[in-house]
Every structure is written in structure tokens, then in C-alpha cells.
């Protein structure tokens, strides 16, 4: 898995134009927190959800779904079936890269379904949450800044970060948006 990061860090690195150790070098694929999420079989699935929608709080996650499905991606205000591929994984762009990238990346929001069938598995790696970080500062970066490109958000510890976005619970307002500086 930390293989699999270091490859994407330099990918990210690479398409918003910085050298591709940079995210590497921030960090960012240092350490990886794996949970493994088990959804029982819901007999009446049109009354709940299995995970609310969220967007995740660190750098990067990187997902593997079982055969169920039931993973949703939000696009364009519409909710998007991410079909279970075998051996293929899902990438999600994650709350503190989007600061990062001073949004030119976008954390993406997600949301489980529940179905009759299952149980459903996932195994999910999160970059960037709840490791050896904790007290280093991150911000916008400062290769990314310019006249015409200004910072749009404050600067934050990881473990703030982390500590604030689960305070604030699944729902309401985001700490992302308790960041920004500038007003859409
Ligand atoms: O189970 C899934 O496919 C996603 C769960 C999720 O979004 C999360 O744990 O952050
Ligand atoms: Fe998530």
C-alpha cells in the first residue's frame, strides 16, 4: 500500500506542476490508516444509508470494494454509481490535499448504500490521518501561490485537522470551510 502511495503522491505531484517528490517530501506517504468496513445484508435498504456522505479528511484514500457495490460518488449535484472492479481500486481525493492544492484539486463527496444482498466489505487506506504528522503545519502550497492566485485557506496542524473535521461529525459545516479565506 505505501508502494501504491508513493506512486500516486508523485502523479499528484506532477499535475499540479510541482517536482514529483514534492508530496512525498511534505510527507504525505508516510503512514496509512487501513479500515475494514462491514455492511450487514438491510432488508428495508430504502430507509437508510450505510455510510452518510462525506468527503474524507486527510491527503488521499485509497478504496477496494467487494462484488456488492454500493459506493457513490456526488457529481455535478447527481449521486454516481462507482461499480465494484475486479481487482481495480478507487482513489478519492481528500479534505487537507484540496487545501493543499489551494483547490486545484477537489476533495470528492461520497456515500455507501446499503442493499438486501451482502454483507459488503471494503478495506479503505487513508493517507494522512491520525499518524506521526500530527504537529506539522500544512497549507496552501507555496509553489501553487501568486498575485492572481492567493491563498484561499489558512494553515492547520494535521492533528487539528483531524480532531476538528471529526468534531464536526459527517454532517454540517465542514472544517475545510471553517478554512477558507475567501468566500465562492
Ligand atoms: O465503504 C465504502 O465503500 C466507503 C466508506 C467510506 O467512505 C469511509 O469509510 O470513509
Ligand atoms: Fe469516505
Redesign the pocket.
Known amino acids: 500500500m505505501l508502494k501504491i502511495g508513493d506512486s500516486l503522491f508523485e502523479l499528484l505531484s506532477e499535475a499540479l506542476g510541482l517536482k514529483s517528490n514534492y508530496l512525498k517530501e511534505m510527507g504525505c506517504a508516510e503512514g496509512v490508516n487501513v479500515v475494514y468496513n462491514y455492511y450487514p445484508a438491510c432488508p428495508q435498504p430504502e430507509l437508510t444509508l450505510g455510510?452518510t456522505q462525506?468527503a474524507?479528511i486527510g491527503f488521499i484514500?485509497v478504496l477496494v470494494q467487494d462484488d456488492v457495490g454500493g459506493l457513490q460518488v456526488l457529481h455535478k449535484d447527481h449521486w454516481v454509481d462507482v461499480p465494484p472492479m475486479a481487482d481495480g481500486l478507487v482513489i478519492?481525493i481528500a479534505n487537507l490535499l484540496q487545501v493543499m492544492s489551494n483547490d486545484n484539486f477537489t476533495s470528492v463527496k461520497?456515500r455507501v448504500l446499503v442493499k438486501n444482498a451482502g454483507p459488503r466489505v471494503s478495506i479503505?487506506a487513508f493517507f494522512g490521518v491520525g499518524f506521526t504528522l500530527g504537529s506539522r503545519i500544512y497549507g496552501p502550497i507555496e509553489e501553487l501561490l501568486s498575485e492572481e492566485n492567493p491563498p484561499r485557506y489558512k494553515k492547520t496542524t494535521i492533528q487539528d485537522f483531524v480532531a476538528q473535521s471529526y468534531r464536526q461529525g459527517l454532517n454540517g459545516i465542514s472544517f475545510l470551510d471553517m478554512l477558507k479565506l475567501t468566500k465562492d
Open positions: 455510510t462525506h474524507d484514500s478519492n461520497h479503505i
